[in-house]
């Protein structure tokens, strides 16, 4: 047997012996999984940003995991199996490639997604470009999502300084409210357009912006976080310095990071 089919249902089976023998695994329900999903979700995605290749394993099997127990919940309860969970996505990936499993040519990975949109609207019956955009997704997220479909369907800025003029010109009316105290309301609209302008122009200079801000967190907590350390160092709490002295601090944990990353290029 293949030794990935082995693994497999070395899975199923477990999860099998699972449900029938270990008192949590027997109450759990689909509906309470749910937010055990999401952690394990953001999990991996924190592994793939850290290029933790060892956890991205551990955490795909989490997930993987999941997967069976919600389909083993719902065969019990009569509703589908494992084998309609991936035969249904099997279906859904043969027609979404026309041109891997039909006659259809295509040059880039550009016209595949164009093709991928048009064919979900056409074929599976979706009432709107948007519709396959979850409510519940992070909001950055939402609007790179929300602008790559429509971007899809052609509804897009004709190249990247168009976009970026959109991205000046919100930030123009932001700074206008601003300066003219404007009411609340109309500064949180203008910040979102702006906001939503800058994911606009991620896709064009190929950066996810989600991804972009979860590196400059990334950033902002190792250099604070060498701060508060030097301050220990130093017989002193972060809340007993000065800005200056913070500053001066915060520009050593940045002078040191670009030392290592070119060394880490003189190594490579």
Same mark, same amino acid.
């Given at each position: 047997? =293949?030794?990935?089919?082995?693994?497999?249902?070395?899975?199923?089976? *477990?999860?099998?012996?699972?449900?029938?023998?270990?008192?949590?695994?027997?109450?759990?329900?689909?509906?309470? /999984?749910?937010?055990?999903?999401?952690?394990?979700?953001?999990?991996?995605?924190?592994?793939?940003?850290?290029?933790?290749?060892? =956890?991205?394993?551990?955490?795909?099997?989490?997930?993987?995991?999941?997967?069976?127990?919600?389909?083993?919940?719902?065969?019990?309860?009569?509703?589908?199996?494992?084998?309609?969970?991936?035969?249904? *996505?099997?279906?859904?990936?043969?027609?979404?490639?026309?041109?891997?499993? +039909? =006659?259809?040519?295509?040059?880039?990975?550009?016209?595949?997604?164009? @093709?991928?949109?048009?064919?979900?609207?056409?074929?599976?019956?979706?009432?709107?470009?948007?519709?396959?955009?979850?409510? +519940?997704?992070?909001?950055? /997220?939402? %609007?790179?999502?929300?602008?790559?479909?429509?971007? +899809?369907?052609?509804?897009?800025?004709?190249?990247?300084?168009?976009?970026?003029?959109?991205?000046?010109?919100?930030?123009?009316?932001?700074?206008?409210?601003?300066?003219?105290?404007?009411?609340?309301?109309?500064?949180?609209?203008?910040?979102?357009?702006?906001?939503?302008?800058?994911? @606009?122009?991620?896709?064009?200079? $190929?950066? @996810? %912006?989600?991804?972009?801000?979860?590196?400059?967190?990334?950033?902002?907590? $190792?250099?604070?976080?060498?701060?508060?350390?030097?301050?220990?160092?130093?017989?002193?709490?972060? %809340?007993?310095?000065?800005?200056?002295?913070?500053?001066?601090?915060?520009?050593? %944990?940045?002078?040191?990071?670009?030392?290592?990353?070119?060394?880490?290029?003189?190594?490579?």
């Amino acid at each position: 047997m =293949d030794k990935r089919l082995e693994a497999f249902k070395r899975l199923l089976d *477990i999860m099998d012996d699972l449900r029938k023998g270990c008192p949590w695994d027997k109450k759990q329900t689909i509906e309470s /999984l749910r937010h055990l999903t999401i952690e394990e979700t953001y999990e991996l995605s924190e592994a793939i940003l850290a290029s933790d290749y060892q =956890d991205v394993k551990k955490e795909l099997g989490d997930l993987i995991m999941h997967i069976v127990f919600y389909a083993r919940i719902a065969d019990e309860r009569g509703l589908f199996d494992i084998s309609d969970v991936i035969n249904s *996505i099997c279906d859904k990936l043969i027609i979404r490639h026309p041109h891997i499993y +039909g =006659d259809v040519k295509v040059e880039s990975a550009e016209e595949v997604l164009e @093709n991928w949109e048009k064919i979900k609207i056409k074929k599976e019956g979706n009432k709107s470009v948007l519709g396959g955009v979850p409510a +519940g997704l992070p909001p950055l /997220l939402k %609007a790179y999502r929300m602008t790559d479909k429509a971007s +899809g369907v052609g509804f897009d800025w004709p190249n990247k300084e168009e976009c970026w003029e959109k991205v000046l010109e919100e930030m123009n009316e932001l700074q206008e409210e601003v300066k003219n105290d404007g009411p609340i309301a109309r500064k949180d609209e203008e910040f979102g357009d702006l906001l939503f302008a800058l994911v @606009n122009y991620s896709r064009f200079i $190929k950066v @996810n %912006a989600d991804t972009a801000l979860e590196h400059a967190n990334a950033k902002f907590k $190792k250099r604070f976080t060498y701060i508060e350390d030097k301050a220990r160092e130093m017989g002193k709490s972060v %809340a007993d310095m000065t800005l200056a002295e913070m500053d001066a601090l915060w520009n050593e %944990a940045k002078k040191q990071e670009e030392k290592m990353v070119k060394e880490d290029k003189k190594d490579k």
